[in-house]
C-alpha cells in the first residue's frame, strides 16, 4: 500500500511512538536556557532511573558507535592494555576502537551465537596481569545474544579492573543494574528499547571511572565527559556543543511514557514478546540460533530453511508486507534472519508478525501449515 510507514522488526531502529514524534516536532527549547535544563535534567534523570545508576552520565549527540568511542577515549592512555569479550559484530567494533587508540588489546573471541562466560574473562585477566579495563556488550545485537553480565561484573571487580557495559540494544527492555552489578561505564543509545529516534547515545560514569578519567591522556574532544560534566553543572544545565534538541525532546516523552508503564512492566513485556517470537519459530518448524535463549529477550535469530536465503525472506516481508527484519551479519550471512521485538511493540505485532512470516516463507517454498506460528504464539497469551 502506497505510504504506509514501515514495520520496524528490526533491532534498532525501533517503532516510535506518536507521543515521541509530536514531542519531537513541538518548537525547540533553547539550548542555553532554563527550558533545555530542566529537559536535560529529566532525560539524565531517566537514564538513572531505567540502568539504576546513580553516578553522572554523559549525553552525547552522536549514535551508539559515539557512546562506545566515548567509552574507550575517556579512560585510557595508549599503551594501556585492555581485554576486549566478543561475542560478535558490536563486540568486533570495541576491540577496531580500542586499536585505534593505540591499546595493548587482549581479546577473547567467541563463536557468533556463544555467550561469554565468567570463568574465562577471569582466566583472560589472571593470564594477563596489567590489563586496565574490560570491554563487552550486555545484548550481542547481531547475533541476538545476551550475555549474563552480573557474574562478569563480579570476576572484573574481585580483580579490581575498570568494567565498560555496551547496553545499546537492551538498556530499557533487559534487567540493568550498573550500580547493583558494579559496571564503572555504560553505554546507551536513543533508538533501541527506549523508543525514541536515532541521534543520541549516553554514557553512565562511575567514581572509579572518574579517577580513570583523570590519569588518562586519549586524544578526545567533542566526547570528553569533562566538558560534559562541567556543562550539566551550570546553573541551567547544558551540553557543551550544540545538541540534538529534538531527539532529547522525543526522549524525554519517551521516558515519560515509560515511567508510565513502569519499569518491572516493561521488562515484563519484553520476556512475554520474546516467547511469543520463540514460540511461533518453533510452531513453524524452524530452529532458533544462539545460546541462553532465556536471556535473549530483545532480538530473536532464525535459522533459515534450507535452499532459501535470509535475504530473500528479508526481502519478501519487506515488499509483501513494509515489514522490516534484519539479515545475518559477518559470518552469519546467508544463515539467519533476526527480529527484533523491542521497544514499542506488544503482541500484537508478533501475531501480524508470524502471519506475514508464513505467507512469504510458503511463497518462497517452506512447507509449513499455515497459521502453526501464529496459533503458537497465540498459545503463549493463553498461558497464565
Ligand atoms: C549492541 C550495539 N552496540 C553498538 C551499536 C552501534 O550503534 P549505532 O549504530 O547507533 O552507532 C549497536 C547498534 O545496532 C548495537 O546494537
Same mark, same amino acid.
Given at each position: 500500500?502506497?505510504?504506509?510507514?514501515?514495520?520496524?522488526?528490526?533491532?534498532?531502529?525501533?517503532?516510535?511512538?506518536?507521543?515521541?514524534?509530536?514531542?519531537?516536532?513541538?518548537?525547540? /527549547? %533553547?539550548?542555553?536556557?532554563?527550558?533545555?535544563?530542566?529537559?536535560?535534567?529529566? !532525560?539524565?534523570?531517566?537514564?538513572?532511573?531505567?540502568?539504576?545508576?546513580?553516578?553522572?552520565?554523559?549525553?552525547?549527540?552522536?549514535?551508539?558507535?559515539?557512546?562506545?568511542?566515548?567509552?574507550?577515549?575517556?579512560?585510557?592512555?595508549?599503551?594501556?592494555?585492555v581485554l576486549v569479550v566478543s561475542v560478535g559484530?558490536?563486540g568486533?567494533? %570495541?576491540k577496531? @576502537?580500542?586499536?585505534?587508540?593505540?591499546?595493548?588489546v587482549t581479546f577473547l573471541g567467541y563463536n557468533w551465537g556463544q555467550v561469554a562466560k565468567p570463568e574465562d574473562v577471569a582466566k583472560a585477566l589472571d593470564d594477563n596481569?596489567?590489563i586496565?579495563?574490560v570491554f563487552i556488550q550486555?545484548?550481542e545485537?547481531?547475533?541476538?545474544v545476551?550475555n549474563d553480565i552480573e557474574p562478569i561484573a563480579r570476576v572484573v571487580?574481585e580483580r579490581?579492573r575498570?568494567f565498560?557495559?555496551?547496553?545499546?540494544?537492551?538498556? #530499557?527492555?533487559?534487567?540493568?543494574? /550498573?550500580?547493583?552489578?558494579?559496571?564503572? /561505564?555504560?553505554?546507551?543509545?536513543?533508538?533501541?528499547?527506549?523508543?525514541?529516534?536515532?541521534?543520541?547515545?549516553?554514557?553512565?560514569?562511575?567514581?572509579?571511572?572518574?579517577?580513570?578519567?583523570?590519569?588518562?591522556?586519549?586524544?578526545?574532544? %567533542?566526547?570528553?565527559?569533562?566538558? %560534559?560534566?562541567?556543562?550539566?553543572?551550570?546553573?541551567?544545565?547544558?551540553?557543551?556543543?550544540?545538541?540534538?534538541?529534538?531527539?532529547?525532546?522525543?526522549?524525554?516523552?519517551?521516558?515519560?511514557?515509560?515511567?508510565?508503564?513502569?519499569?518491572?512492566? @516493561?521488562?515484563?513485556?519484553?520476556?512475554?514478546?520474546?516467547?511469543?517470537?520463540?514460540?511461533?519459530?518453533?510452531?513453524?518448524?524452524?530452529?532458533?540460533?544462539?545460546e541462553n535463549?532465556?536471556?535473549?529477550?530483545? !532480538?530473536?535469530?532464525?535459522?533459515?530453511?534450507?535452499? @532459501?536465503?535470509?535475504?530473500?525472506?528479508?526481502?519478501?516481508?519487506?515488499?509483501?508486507?513494509? @515489514?522490516?527484519? #534484519?539479515?545475518?551479519?559477518?559470518?552469519?550471512?546467508?544463515?539467519?534472519?533476526?527480529?527484533?521485538?523491542?521497544?514499542?511493540?506488544?503482541?500484537?505485532?508478533?501475531?501480524?508478525?508470524?502471519?506475514?512470516?508464513?505467507?512469504?516463507?510458503?511463497?518462497?517454498?517452506?512447507?509449513?501449515?499455515?497459521?502453526?506460528?501464529?496459533?503458537?504464539?497465540?498459545?503463549?497469551?493463553?498461558?497464565?
Amino acid at each position: 500500500m502506497p505510504n504506509r510507514p514501515e514495520i520496524l522488526m528490526t533491532p534498532g531502529p525501533t517503532p516510535v511512538p506518536p507521543a515521541v514524534l509530536i514531542a519531537q516536532s513541538e518548537p525547540l /527549547v %533553547y539550548h542555553r536556557g532554563p527550558g533545555f535544563g530542566a529537559l536535560l535534567t529529566e !532525560v539524565i534523570d531517566g537514564i538513572r532511573w531505567q540502568a539504576n545508576a546513580s553516578g553522572d552520565v554523559a549525553v552525547y549527540t552522536s549514535s551508539g558507535t559515539g557512546g562506545m568511542e566515548g567509552s574507550v577515549a575517556n579512560i585510557v592512555s595508549a599503551g594501556d592494555k585492555v581485554l576486549v569479550v566478543s561475542v560478535g559484530y558490536f563486540g568486533d567494533r %570495541y576491540k577496531t @576502537i580500542c586499536e585505534r587508540f593505540g591499546l595493548d588489546v587482549t581479546f577473547l573471541g567467541y563463536n557468533w551465537g556463544q555467550v561469554a562466560k565468567p570463568e574465562d574473562v577471569a582466566k583472560a585477566l589472571d593470564d594477563n596481569p596489567g590489563i586496565k579495563a574490560v570491554f563487552i556488550q550486555h545484548s550481542e545485537t547481531s547475533t541476538g545474544v545476551c550475555n549474563d553480565i552480573e557474574p562478569i561484573a563480579r570476576v572484573v571487580k574481585e580483580r579490581d579492573r575498570l568494567f565498560v557495559v555496551d547496553a545499546i540494544s537492551s538498556v #530499557g527492555a533487559v534487567e540493568l543494574d /550498573v550500580d547493583g552489578w558494579g559496571i564503572d /561505564v555504560c553505554v546507551g543509545g536513543s533508538q533501541k528499547a527506549l523508543g525514541a529516534t536515532p541521534g543520541v547515545a549516553f554514557i553512565t560514569i562511575s567514581e572509579k571511572a572518574w579517577e580513570a578519567h583523570r590519569n588518562s591522556n586519549a586524544p578526545r574532544f %567533542y566526547f570528553d565527559w569533562t566538558a %560534559y560534566k562541567d556543562a550539566a553543572e551550570r546553573k541551567n544545565p547544558e551540553s557543551p556543543w550544540t545538541p540534538a534538541i529534538s531527539v532529547l525532546q522525543g526522549f524525554a516523552a519517551a521516558i515519560r511514557m515509560a515511567r508510565e508503564e513502569g519499569l518491572d512492566n @516493561i521488562l515484563a513485556r519484553h520476556r512475554l514478546l520474546s516467547k511469543m517470537v520463540k514460540a511461533g519459530v518453533r510452531g513453524i518448524d524452524l530452529p532458533l540460533f544462539g545460546e541462553n535463549l532465556e536471556r535473549s529477550l530483545i !532480538v530473536t535469530a532464525v535459522k533459515v530453511p534450507d535452499g @532459501i536465503s535470509d535475504e530473500a525472506i528479508v526481502a519478501k516481508l519487506r515488499s509483501r508486507f513494509g @515489514i522490516v527484519t #534484519g539479515p545475518g551479519q559477518g559470518p552469519l550471512k546467508g544463515k539467519i534472519f533476526r527480529i527484533g521485538h523491542l521497544g514499542w511493540v506488544d503482541p500484537l505485532d508478533v501475531l501480524r508478525f508470524f502471519g506475514a512470516l508464513e505467507v512469504v516463507l510458503a511463497e518462497l517454498g517452506y512447507p509449513l501449515k499455515l497459521g502453526s506460528g501464529v496459533a503458537a504464539a497465540q498459545e503463549v497469551l493463553l498461558q497464565p
